[in-house]
């Protein structure tokens, strides 16, 4: 079993060059995952891995060792795509905005968590202060506002688009009702925000009990906004279905 570099690098050279065609290449898409380690080391690892897999990547690492690089079509950069990516359709845009709600959802289920994390931490014994609080909100906050920015440049781009089309119909009232939605959910998260900035200053005067329903309450206003904003993306969604594939 054990083998030194020398005869390692001998075996290398023994080896039969890489036999995949350009056209048969995939470009070792098993990527040799033990390309860290020297063939000795490697050969080691039949005591730990699957013996025919080991001998397998070993095998086709000095197969690609033998065949110089101008001949591995794996390493030839691609031709660059010229022809530009069609533009996603205007129900398309929509559906990626209702992506961003599901997500935005996500982090609001990890806000009641943080609101009842905060319910106890001006508890002796609690196992976060109010420092470290305060540092959990504001990445909860970030994560919202994230969220929101994403949704609005699909709604105002959706919105542009319709202002221009004289067909636009009840569509255009459906995404300035998003929008409207969408601006009640910018005031939770500066809600959010803000006393993500006041908790740390207020632990002397500010009870966990009080600060974990504030923030339950605005996580559930949020939710609120979002089911509404939903609802109105599920209206657009539809109308937009019908306007035929021009949308």
């Known amino acids: 079993m054990n083998m030194t570099t020398h005869n390692a690098a001998r075996e290398v050279a023994q080896a039969e060059p890489c036999p995949k065609s350009p056209q048969a290449c995939n470009g070792c898409r098993d990527n040799f995952y033990l390309h860290?380690?020297?063939?000795?080391?490697?050969?080691?690892?039949?005591?730990?891995?699957?013996?025919?897999?080991?001998?397998?990547?070993?095998?086709?690492?000095?197969?690609?060792?033998?065949?110089?690089?101008?001949?591995?079509?794996?390493?030839?950069?691609?031709?660059?795509d010229t022809a530009p990516a069609p533009a996603p359709t205007m129900?398309?845009?929509?559906?990626?905005?209702?992506?961003?709600?599901?997500?935005?959802?996500?982090?609001?289920?990890?806000?009641?968590?943080?609101?009842?994390?905060?319910?106890?931490?001006?508890?002796p014994?609690?196992?976060?202060?109010?420092?470290?609080?305060?540092?959990?909100?504001?990445?909860?906050s970030e994560a919202m506002e994230q969220r929101l920015d994403a949704i609005h440049n699909l709604t105002e781009t959706i919105r542009a688009t319709l202002v221009r089309r004289p067909e636009r119909g009840q569509a255009i009232s459906l995404v300035l009702n998003a929008s409207d939605q969408l601006e009640n959910m910018r005031q939770v998260q500066?809600?959010?925000?803000?006393?993500a900035c006041m908790v740390p200053y207020a632990a002397d005067t500010l009870t966990g009990e009080n600060l974990g329903a504030a923030l339950r309450l605005l996580a559930d206003a949020m939710q609120e906004r979002i089911a509404a904003m939903d609802d109105k993306f599920d209206a657009l969604h539809a109308a937009l279905a019908q306007q035929g594939p021009g949308a």
């Open 36 to 80: 860290e380690l020297h063939y000795p080391d490697a050969l080691h690892a039949l005591d730990v891995f699957d013996g025919p897999a080991v001998r397998g990547q070993i095998d086709r690492r000095r197969a690609c060792t033998a065949c110089p690089d101008a001949a591995k079509p794996c390493l030839q950069a691609r031709p660059a």
């Open 91 to 123: 129900p398309v845009l929509v559906l990626q905005a209702q992506d961003h709600t599901e997500s935005l959802r996500t982090v609001l289920r990890a806000c009641h968590a943080v609101a009842s994390l905060a319910a106890g931490a001006s508890n």
């Open 125 to 140: 014994g609690a196992t976060v202060g109010m420092d470290g609080l305060g540092e959990l909100l504001h990445l909860h």
């Open 190 to 195: 500066l809600a959010w925000q803000a006393i």
